[in-house]
């Protein structure tokens, strides 16, 4: 009888293998990422802005946006007509920001008119909750914000007259730092 005796296979060899491997992959993989990575872009704000997401208060972003669908409704019923629909008639119908009920209540209880046949001027009487607006009506239309107690009709709502006045332009940035903002 005759004893043989069997070596066990080095590990050596396919341990360096499969991380060689594993290493391939690993730079296959990042070198895809870096060259179909999304650039970051930034845009800056001007100082008579503010951003809609980041800037304004519960309230505030409320009224704007509920602001921002009416502006539609308005738009379709002053094709209909040669003016545009008075704060008491959008109130009638229901549209938010105008309508008077709970909602508008604790969001400031603004005081709506029209003023000239191109802006709605929202007056706050609560601006802690939520400052004073000015929906620009006209063409694609914009909303105004001012959280001075005092706040007033301005004379004129040319962008220079508003920024004169104190007011600033509530603008809504779409980038990938909405959703990925940090606090400082």
């Not at 539609?72 to 009920?101: C, K, N, V, Y």
């Not at 802690?128 to 694609?140: N, V």
Request: aromatic share 6%; net charge negative; hydrophobic share 40%.
């Amino acid at each position: 009888m005759t004893t043989q005796v069997i070596r066990p296979a080095g590990a050596s060899h396919e341990t360096l293998y499969v991380a060689l491997a594993c290493l391939l992959i690993v730079l296959a993989a990042s070198l895809v990422v870096a060259m179909h990575g999304e650039k970051q872009t930034s845009t800056t704000l001007q100082t008579y802005q503010i951003d809609a997401r980041r800037d304004l208060t519960a309230g505030e972003q409320g009224i704007h946006a509920d602001l921002r669908v009416t502006l539609e409704e308005i738009q379709l019923l002053s094709a209909e007509a040669p003016h545009l629909p008075t704060p008491e008639a959008l109130a009638d119908d229901g549209f938010a920001p105008f309508a008077r009920d709970a909602s508008s209540i604790s969001r400031g209880n603004h005081q709506w008119q029209l003023v000239g046949d191109s802006a709605y001027v929202g007056l706050s009487e609560q601006v802690q909750t939520a400052g004073s607006f000015i929906l620009r009506a006209r063409d694609q239309g914009d909303v105004w914000l001012n959280r001075q107690p005092d706040a007033r009709s301005p004379a004129a709502f040319d962008d220079a007259s508003l920024i004169a006045a104190g007011w600033q332009q509530v603008v809504s940035q779409f980038d990938a730092g909405v959703t990925r903002q940090h606090s400082h």
